[in-house]
């Protein structure tokens, strides 16, 4: 019998990105007989603790799912408090971002959002653009089919303009032109709720991620549950289409 892979504790294999889908805060809320902005606000603070946690569990780059561009076809006004929670997070935490060396960015068409929160979103990009630490990316107005007709649009358009030959277009061309152009590919994809569902998040990058799912609702997720996920990582035996 083989025997099973170590964990990181035993110098298993690490994850060096990992993304998340944070899902469960409707749930947590309705549960609890509260408005569903209750359970947006707790999933605020998961973050924040997911983010403290993860440079001590040898994460290197962590990509949450923040707002997808199927969510604008939630009520208004939930919406609205969604942009709200994601404009006092970017404020509250941008000092302690920065003084702990994260690097914050941002994929999606996330330029599309309103001008002032965008404005907010450049300034606090630029800000941390030279730290060195965990590389904190939020996936804003994100939807993979969405990334990959821009991409697709963007090479169309380097075609058109005689500076591509469409005979060249390659993997690593394509690759080139998603909003992940420059970040290593995700080694797992991890999905709080239960839910067994990518919901349109990283399709191409997510080729040979590995799949995580936890019970735990995102607004409950703390730097123990994240531990404990990357160890079951680490017992994973990666194969990339091998046997």
């Not at 996936?139 to 993979?144: T, V």
């Not at 090479?155 to 420059?182: C, Y």
Request: aromatic fraction near 6%; hydrophobic fraction near 45%; charge should be neutral.
């Amino acid at each position: 019998m083989k025997p099973a892979a170590a964990s990181i504790a035993d110098g298993g294999t690490a994850c060096r990105h990992l993304a998340i889908i944070m899902d469960g805060n409707g749930r947590w809320a309705k549960a609890r007989r509260l408005p569903r902005i209750a359970g947006h606000r707790e999933g605020v603070e998961a973050v924040r603790r997911v983010v403290e946690a993860a440079p001590g569990l040898g994460l290197e780059v962590l990509t949450l799912y923040a707002f997808s561009s199927e969510n604008w076809k939630r009520p208004p006004d939930e919406v609205t408090d969604l942009m709200g929670l994601l404009k006092h997070y970017v404020r509250s935490e941008i000092d302690a971002l920065h003084r702990n060396g994260v690097c914050l960015d941002f994929i999606g068409d996330w330029r599309a959002l309103k001008p002032d929160l965008v404005q907010l979103l450049e300034d606090a990009r630029a800000r941390t653009v030279g730290n060195r630490g965990l590389k904190l990316v939020m996936a804003l107005n994100y939807g993979g089919q969405h990334e990959l007709v821009r991409a697709a649009q963007r090479l169309a358009a380097d075609v058109a303009a005689g500076q591509l030959d469409p005979e060249t277009i390659g993997l690593e061309t394509l690759e080139s032109r998603l909003d992940t152009a420059g970040l290593p590919p995700p080694d797992a994809v991890l999905r709080t709720s239960g839910e067994l569902r990518l919901s349109n998040f990283l399709l191409w990058q997510s080729a040979y991620a590995e799949f995580l799912v936890t019970d735990t609702l995102w607004p409950d997720f703390d730097g123990a549950a994240l531990a404990a996920s990357l160890d079951e990582f680490a017992r994973r035996e990666r194969r990339f289409g091998g046997r």
